[in-house]
Structures are given as C-alpha cells and as structure tokens.
C-alpha cells in the first residue's frame, strides 16, 4: 500500500481502472454496450450510472469530466500506485499468453510484428500460389502447342515423303 492510501484515492484507481479497462478499447465498450449496460441497468432496478457510462466509453454530457480524459498509454506506478502490483502481474499473464491455433492468431493484435508477418505470408504466399498455377496452366497450353504442333509437321512429314517416294 502507498503511504498517501485512502479511500477517495482507491476510488479515483478503480474509476481509472475501468477507464483502462472498457473506455480504451472499442471491442470492450461494445461489450459494456451490448451486455453489461443492461445488466447494471436492471441490477439498480432500471437507474442508469452516467459515471459508469462514461467510465465505460459512453459518453454522456451529464458525465462528462476532465478526472480521467482519454489516454493511450498509463504508467503502473503513477497512475495505479494501489494497484500497480497486480496490474503488472495482469499485463505479463495477458502477454505471455500465445494464440496457438491461426483463429487466435488471425484475431491477436497485441504483438503487430506477428500481425503483419502473418498478413504478409497470406498476401505473399497466395500471390505465389496464384503465380504457379498460373505458371503450371502456361506451361499445359505451351505442350498442348508444341505437341498440336509436332503432330502437324509428322503428318505433313509423312505426306511429303509418300508423295515423293510414289
């Protein structure tokens, strides 16, 4: 525990820990939207919370406030002094956690390195698929010719040498 704790500072943490939470990423305030809103909602006998909607990604003009403004990046120290431990240990469990099949990889966006090296091998190999079949067509079309061709000149061939030894 910090020095400075109490409890008007723990609560500002778990405001700004819901603000990390749901506010910042689209996919979870869809999620708040969608389902827990209502679930809330019927939990305080049909009150709406402005302070948990805003905290949540939805912004009202009655919840607005300038306490916990929209941010990309939070420091475990500063801005979670209470809860920092557990954020960190949170974060590495969240990291350390690998998509094994290539659903979770096509969906896992934390590492963009990995993201794009898979966009890069779909887009790369299925040009490079497209080019050999393109390639293995080709090169039926060119030996059907060669082999039309070849049968022309055997039977051309054939005609003139009979019409020369006649």
């Not at 009150?47 to 990046?73: E, M, N, Q, W």
């Not at 500063?78 to 979770?104: E, G």
């Amino acid at each position: 525990m910090p020095s400075n704790f109490s409890p008007s500072a723990l609560l500002a943490e778990v405001n700004l820990s819901y603000r990390l939470i749901f506010a910042d990423e689209k996919k979870a305030r869809n999620i708040y939207r969608r389902s827990e809103r209502s679930r809330v909602k019927a939990s305080l006998n049909g009150v709406k919370d402005p302070v948990l909607d805003f905290l949540c990604g939805i912004v009202s003009s009655s919840a607005k406030s300038t306490h916990y403004p929209y941010r990309t990046t939070y420091s475990a120290e500063t801005d979670f002094p209470i809860f920092a431990q557990r954020l960190i240990t949170l974060q590495d469990h969240i990291l350390s956690q690998n998509p094994s099949r290539i659903k979770l990889l096509w969906r896992d966006q934390r590492d963009p390195v990995r993201w794009y090296t898979l966009w890069g091998l779909i887009i790369f190999g299925s040009f490079g698929i497209l080019l050999g079949m393109i390639q293995i067509a080709l090169s039926g079309v060119q030996v059907r010719q060669a082999y039309a061709a070849l049968q022309s000149e055997d039977g051309a061939g054939n005609g003139k040498s009979a019409g020369v030894s006649a």
